[in-house]
């Protein structure tokens, strides 16, 4: 109701030329109605009604918003006379970004990015916030090394809640070995099967030829096995990011020019990374910290921020984050 209320009285208005900066780049992951099986709000708020999706190009287009592709955002980012503009990416690569996007996208004339992770597509790189909301919702208690074997009570939703986050916590903040023997306790313990999972909700390679072959849609890179990239050595992080590109580009026949780091929050990406993506030549590599495009993004092209849209982020959510105001508290100042 703030959102609304600010939008009514013309706060976004005042605050966009001020705040807004030159254009911005929305993240999504999934389109469609909630999943009844999924119990964690973490795993609910990526996904968006295609409803939903369609009332934020609407509001773009009525507010005379270009939506563009990541090249034409860096070259609109260097001519101080360019229409604002929005750029629509997708992370992970699931089934619905080709049953409900690709045909949104492709009768609206809008382009995207995807960026998929190959490890998660072929289930060798398991998505383990599902694994993880699968065996919570279903155990009383779980034994997990987290590192040391720890029991977590998961009989109250107070209990599944705390044994969610704590896990997640140790899944993107902990070094690789710690993550491996987490994730064996759930496939050995709790009966979860990743390649269940994949097909479940991962796009299959025929489906990312598909989007690929589509004029509306580019691939982008999101590493090989979607890792936390700050937990791996210098060496390993540029190995995930290069091979995905690889993969991708086998597999698609087309160029992967543009990188989204997994999480791609402080905490698992930072200027190490952002240096090797910078190396490996990616033109554009994008992370989930909050806030808009200005004129030195034009050069400081390897950490772009990005804003989440979530399911109730409607329209007036959608204005606020353009204008430079992430929630009705905190505003992002861009530095032009």
């Not at 999504?28 to 609910?44: S, T, W, Y």
């Not at 409803?51 to 287009?61: M, P, Q, V, Y």
């Amino acid at each position: 109701m703030l959102k609304e209320l600010l939008i009514r009285v013309g706060f976004a208005h005042i605050a966009l030329p001020i705040l807004g900066g030159r254009g911005a780049v929305l993240v999504f992951h999934r389109l469609g109605p909630p999943q009844a099986d999924l119990i964690f709000e973490a795993n609910q708020r990526n996904i968006v009604s295609a409803s939903t999706f369609g009332l934020l190009l609407d509001a773009l287009a009525e507010d005379g918003v270009d939506v563009v592709t990541l090249d034409e955002a860096q070259q609109r980012l260097a001519d101080p006379r360019a229409r604002r503009f929005v750029c629509l990416t997708f992370d992970d690569g699931y089934r619905d970004n080709h049953d409900l996007l690709l045909p949104i996208l492709e009768a609206r004339r809008v382009p995207a990015t995807v960026y998929v992770a190959p490890g998660l597509v072929d289930g060798t790189s398991p998505l383990w916030w599902y694994a993880l909301d699968e065996a919570i919702a279903r155990e009383p208690r779980l034994r997990l090394p987290l590192p040391a074997e720890t029991t977590i009570a998961t009989g109250d939703r107070t209990g599944k809640q705390r044994a969610f986050a704590t896990t997640a916590h140790v899944m993107t903040t902990a070094p690789a070995d710690v993550r491996a023997g987490l994730m064996t306790a759930l496939i050995e313990r709790y009966g979860v099967d990743p390649k269940v999972l994949a097909a479940r909700h991962m796009m299959d390679w025929t489906m990312i030829r598909r989007l690929a072959a589509s004029p509306m849609i580019e691939i982008g890179a999101h590493t090989l096995s979607h890792p936390p990239l700050a937990t791996l050595t210098e060496h390993a992080a540029a190995e995930e990011m290069a091979g995905s590109r690889e993969r991708l580009e086998h597999e698609t026949a087309r160029a992967v020019r543009h990188l989204a780091f997994p999480y791609g929050s402080p905490g698992t990406t930072g200027a190490r990374e952002a240096q090797i993506a910078a190396a490996l030549g990616f033109r554009t590599a994008v992370t989930t910290v909050r806030g808009n495009l200005d004129r030195r993004h034009a050069e400081a092209r390897h950490a772009w921020p990005r804003h989440g849209m979530g399911p109730a982020d409607g329209p007036s959510a959608l204005r606020l984050r353009l204008a430079g105001i992430s929630n009705p508290f905190h505003i992002v100042r861009p530095d032009r």
